[in-house]
Antibody
Framework: QVQLVQSGAEVKKPGASVKVSCKTF????????IQWLRQAPGQGLEWMGR????????DYAQKFQGRVTLTRDTSMNTAYMELSGLRSDDTAVYYC????????????WGQGTMVTVSS | SYELTQPPSVSVSPGQTANITCSGD??????ACWYQQKPGQSPVLVIY???KRPSGIPERFSASNSGNTATLTISGTQAIDEADYHC??????????FGSGTKVTVL
């Protein structure tokens, strides 16, 4: 069945970078955008950006421009999100999700990856 | 940048109707969708394109979008509906925007 499986939890020091993977199963990888979002403890969802696996084109939220890089490996059916210059307020659960463009919504989500930034 | 506003919390008695609002400038001109998120779980899409339910979502979930406000309605609310509900819209410049989420408590 359709699944998005993310990499495991990470603990990083301030100033470091983190790279989270999102491996997809059960559908044509290049047929759907992959979205990246995060949720700080007790907070709402925050959209970070998206990548079109067909060609690699990206869109980023203005807040994360210059600090986040989205990539993909079509041979592995996997998308990646790298966030640099980590700060304590980057501590959050990071999600990938599939965008179904015909309905302008995110219909399948990964299980989330906890990233903790602490000295 | 575009913003969506939700009430922090809504309380409802079992069997009653819960209405959760989401406000944004000319929201009716943008498709709104809604996600349900239970503690420790990933969000689940419950409404897309203002009022459509994905397969598998119970009929007690309905929604509308008019003017500046989108509304998610849960009819005959059950204990299993206790969760956070997030609205989301697509804005041409800000791309995807989320509200801050509403915690629904079934008392």
């Amino acid at each position: 069945q359709v699944q998005l499986v993310q990499s495991g939890a990470e603990v990083k020091k301030p100033g470091a970078s983190v790279k989270v993977s999102c491996k997809t199963f059960g559908y044509p990888f290049t047929g759907y955008y992959i979205q990246w979002l995060r949720q700080a403890p007790g907070q709402g969802l925050e959209w970070m950006g998206r990548i079109n696996p067909n060609g690699g084109g990206t869109d980023y939220a203005q807040k994360f421009q210059g600090r986040v890089t989205l990539t993909r490996d079509t041979s592995m059916n996997t998308a990646y999100m790298e966030l640099s210059g980590l700060r304590s307020d980057d501590t959050a659960v990071y999600y990938c999700a599939r965008e179904k463009t015909t309905i302008s919504a995110f219909d399948v989500w990964g299980q989330g990856t906890m990233v903790t930034v602490s000295s | 940048s575009y913003e969506l506003t939700q009430p922090p919390s809504v309380s409802v008695s079992p069997g009653q109707t819960a209405n959760i609002t989401c406000s944004g400038d000319e929201l009716e001109k943008r498709y709104a969708c809604w996600y349900q998120q239970k503690p420790g779980q990933s969000p689940v899409l419950v409404i897309y394109r203002d009022s459509k339910r994905p397969s598998g979502i119970p009929e007690r979930f309905s929604a509308s979008n008019s003017g500046n406000t989108a509304t998610l309605t849960i009819s005959g609310t059950q204990a299993i509906d206790e969760a956070d509900y997030h609205c989301q819209a697509w804005d041409g410049s800000s791309l995807f925007v989320f509200g801050s989420g509403t915690k629904v408590t079934v008392l």
